[in-house]
């Protein structure tokens, strides 16, 4: 079971739902978290990217990949509206509206998960914010903005020096 568990730690799909398809997606996730992981991880991306998206307004939560676009094996999605339509990374961010950033519940089941996953979760944070302020995919190794994490490359420094003080207490254990 423990090589299983690594395997799905390192395997981190991400998806940029693709327009015109995700109209139904764009709406509050069905469970937001208030857990100050995702406060946490939300800081860490603007300083990270050293801008705020969607002029701060962007909901965060965790459910199941759901509604057309969004594919059934994604880790995390977003959803944002722009005037070219649904998800369009060709308008100016600065036109960014109705901005959705949502997490897989069957990785991140939990606020303990959160924790325990804290630099992968929070490198897909990041990455999901990239996409709030315009940026597409980038296929370079060790890139945030790469489509699959498939090692802990792309964790930003503000992930590794942002880690939320309950979680240093949760990897002490190892
Ligand atoms: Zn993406």
């Known amino acids: ?14 998806s940029l739902a693709l327009a015109p398809a995700a109209q139904g997606s764009a709406k509050l996730p069905a469970k937001p978290v208030a857990a ?42 977003v959803t944002f509206g722009t005037p070219l339509g ?12 109705n901005c959705v950033i949502a997490f897989g519940r069957r ?3 939990s606020s303990q998960s959160l924790r325990e996953d804290w630099n992968l979760f929070c490198a897909t944070m990041v990455h999901e914010v990239g996409h709030l302020l315009g940026h597409a995919h980038d296929a370079a190794h060790g890139s945030v903005m790469t489509a699959v994490f498939t090692d802990a490359s792309p ?15 949760t990897a002490r254990r190892r």
């Open 86 to 97: 649904a998800n369009h990374l060709a308008a100016p961010a600065s036109s960014y509206t």
């Open 1 to 14: 079971m423990a090589p299983r568990r690594l395997l799905a730690a390192l395997a981190l799909l991400l």
């Open 36 to 77: 100050p992981e995702i406060a946490a991880a939300f800081a860490a991306a603007q300083r990270h990217w050293g801008a705020v998206p969607c002029g701060g307004k962007v909901r965060i939560g965790v459910q199941r990949p759901q509604g057309a676009g969004v594919d059934p094996a994604a880790d995390a999605w």
């Open 155 to 169: 964790v930003p420094q503000s992930c590794r020096t942002g880690k939320p003080a309950r979680a240093s207490r």
């Open 107 to 109: 990785r991140w089941p």
